[in-house]
């Protein structure tokens, strides 16, 4: 399987950022690590083993970066408005910068996707520049910037809580459609450790019906946890629905 690892000097957050690629050619995938973790945690915790079939045969390419949490969401002791700033930072880095190295390497439209806080990152991501991505597949994160911020906000991170501002949607905003063109699909468990997914989920899913976003939101069993194995297992169920036609 090719594998690389590429520092990126980011502009947006003054210094230099990993990215983890494995694979070559088919659908890329952005795939955003665990709560404060690097570019190898999907090599680390087994998750490329596990699509190993997928990356072998090229049926997709898989960009894992670097994060910043320990400086944003993570940061608890730290102001926050510095904390939210950092978070807006690593937005510009994901579209203004990792984004045009993976479509330099692959310029197909990627799916993005993450466990935990990843799935944070992958959501954000997708409501906040759906035209960047192909599709959305999110499993586990806690959807809510209070659980983090306790309670705090200003319009930075108001733009980092789809929670907050998908209410807040005209009916007939444009990106309403757009999401529409794309599959999404937000998965958790209800075993343990996953309660506030669950939670925030549920809320997502209101805002989902009302808007008229046609996300689906999928509730496992509760033996489900907020764990690997179980992401393994989610992921090799729903990373085919994005595949059809992809081969």
């Not at 408005?81 to 990627?110: I, S, W």
């Not at 586990?140 to 319009?155: A, C, R, T």
């Not at 297992?233 to 081969?247: E, S």
Request: proline share 6%; charged share 20%.
């Amino acid at each position: 399987m090719h594998y690389q690892e590429e520092n990126i000097h980011s502009q947006a957050l003054g210094k230099w950022m990993q990215v983890a690629s494995y694979g070559q050619g088919g659908l890329p995938v952005l795939a955003f690590p665990t709560q404060n973790s690097m570019c190898r945690n999907y090599g680390d915790f087994g998750m490329v083993s596990q699509l190993a079939p997928e990356l072998e045969s090229g049926r997709i390419q898989l960009f894992v970066p670097d994060t910043v949490d320990i400086e944003s969401w993570s940061a608890e002791g730290g102001e926050p408005e510095g904390r939210a700033a950092r978070q807006e930072q690593y937005h510009r880095f994901v579209t203004e910068e990792l984004l045009p190295l993976m479509r330099a390497r692959n310029d197909r439209l990627p799916l993005v996707t993450g466990g935990s806080m990843g799935a944070n990152h992958a959501v954000i991501s997708f409501f906040r520049r759906p035209e960047l991505f192909s599709g959305l597949l999110a499993l586990s994160g806690v959807y809510d910037s209070d659980y983090f911020f306790h309670g705090w906000m200003n319009p930075t991170l108001y733009d980092s809580s789809p929670e907050r501002f998908l209410p807040n949607m005209p009916p007939d905003h444009p990106y309403i459609a757009l999401y529409n063109q794309k599959k999404m699909i937000l998965c958790v468990g209800q075993g343990a450790w996953e309660e506030d997914g669950v939670r925030t989920l549920r809320h997502l899913e209101r805002v989902f019906s009302e808007k008229g976003i046609h996300a689906w939101c999928d509730f496992w069993g509760y033996d489900v946890n907020h764990d690997w194995p179980w992401w393994f297992r989610q992921m090799r169920y729903f990373l085919p629905r994005f595949l059809d036609g992809n081969a």
